[in-house]
């Protein structure tokens, strides 16, 4: 079983910045992909980012491709999500998510079923 813990949520004025953490913890070794999603209201369920654990490209959703940046720390097995200009619509419920291989289906992030999540943390942009 794997455990994954996120922090660094908060409130933010549009504009500013967040940087979320990911500690993972247990059966991480059959984890070969981190990333995050999020789940705003009234919205379907979106794939942030994801990164590979090894080798491979960062994978973002067109909304946030040049104002968020993943990035790993393996031996910390912590992955980290670095959020700049943030918008209203940024607001939401961020989950950090592992799974066996970060698949990319028609432009999204795909995730399998057996895949791990964390409780989330809460992202509140205002304007």
């Known amino acids: 079983e794997m455990h994954l813990v996120e922090s660094g949520g908060g409130s933010v004025q549009a504009g500013g910045s967040l940087r979320l953490s990911c500690v993972a913890s247990?059966?991480?070794?059959?984890?070969?992909?981190l990333g995050w999603f999020r789940q705003v209201s009234g919205k379907v369920r979106e794939g942030v980012a994801a990164?590979?654990?090894?080798?491979?490209?960062?994978y973002y959703a067109d909304s946030v491709k040049g104002r968020f940046t993943i990035s790993r720390d393996n031996a910390k097995n912590t992955v980290y999500l670095q959020m700049n200009a943030l918008t209203p619509d940024d607001t939401g419920m961020y989950f950090c998510?592992?799974?066996?291989?970060?698949?990319?289906?028609?432009?999204?992030?795909?995730?399998?079923?057996?895949?791990?999540w964390g409780q989330g943390t809460q992202v509140s942009v205002s304007s």
């Open positions: 998510v592992a799974d066996r291989e970060c698949t990319v289906l028609a432009g999204h992030w795909a995730i399998a079923e057996r895949a791990s």
């Open positions: 247990g059966s991480i070794n059959s984890r070969n992909c």
């Open positions: 990164i590979p654990t090894r080798d491979g490209s960062a």
